[in-house]
């Protein structure tokens, strides 16, 4: 267990939905970084969010965007849903330190798009 | 850019035998390294890592050894276990924000 919880665990939407998955951070954590790994693939960066501030970012469109609350918990939006959008998001949690500090990873939501 | 290649799966092996994973990596700087472990149904798991040349990471039998001049962070393990059946990813991790992941490598253990 690392303490980084997600919700929901499973999603089912059709094209062109929008869709809010959201991750709580663990305790003292103070950054959360997305990945999106499709079936078969290693996870790939989305972006990261650091005191409320995206702090870097992969390469997704702009319809991927997200949010860090003042608790550091985060939200991962996805407008018009796409079928390729269909994948496990996965939140993961750290607290900077200047280091290469460890990134903890939530159990993930399973999105299916139809 | 940054990247990470490893060995595809799936491997099968019986219990008690020798494991290794081949990764290498293609990176600017000093990267740290990681090897990450995902079961069934489950999120990713740190397995171990190495933030610089020569490092040796290590936890739960397994091992890596970060080698700058062979660009690689091969995983093994003496004796595995039916427990060790997962997807195993070699990761990198170039400054503060992205993690960069392999494709993984499937592990089965046959009893």
């Known amino acids: 267990e690392t303490g980084v919880t997600q919700s929901p665990t499973h999603l089912i939407k059709t094209r062109g939905q929008q869709v809010t998955l959201r991750c709580s951070s663990q305790?003292?954590?103070?950054?959360v970084s997305w990945y999106q790994q499709a079936l078969g693939q290693g996870p790939q960066f989305i972006f990261q969010?650091?005191?409320?501030?995206?702090?870097g970012r992969g390469n997704f469109p702009p319809r991927f965007s997200g949010l860090q609350f003042p608790n550091y918990s985060s939200e991962l939006n996805v407008n018009a849903l796409e079928l390729d959008d269909s994948a496990l998001y996965l939140c993961?949690?750290?607290?900077?330190?200047?280091?290469?500090?460890?990134?903890?990873f939530g159990p993930g939501t399973r999105l299916l798009v139809l | 850019g940054d990247s990470v290649t490893q060995m595809e799966g799936p491997v099968t092996l019986s219990e008690e035998a020798f494991l290794t994973i081949n990764c290498t990596y293609t990176?600017?700087?000093?990267?740290?390294l990681f090897w990450y472990v995902q079961y069934p149904g489950e999120g990713l798991q740190l397995l171990l890592k190495?933030?610089?040349?020569?490092d040796k990471g290590s936890n739960k039998g397994f091992e890596a050894t970060y080698r700058k001049e062979t660009t690689s962070f091969h995983l093994e393990k003496g004796s595995v276990q039916v427990s060790d059946s997962a997807v195993y990813f070699c990761?990198?991790?170039?400054?503060?924000?992205?993690?960069?992941f392999g494709k993984g490598t499937r592990l089965h253990i046959l009893p």
């Open positions: 993961a949690s750290s607290r900077r330190t200047g280091e290469a500090e460890t990134q903890y």
């Open positions: 305790s003292g954590h103070n950054t």
């Open positions: 969010y650091y005191r409320e501030e995206e702090n």
């Open positions: 990176a600017t700087g000093y990267p740290s």
């Open positions: 190495a933030t610089k040349a020569d």
């Open positions: 990761a990198l991790r170039p400054g503060d924000d992205k993690i960069i």
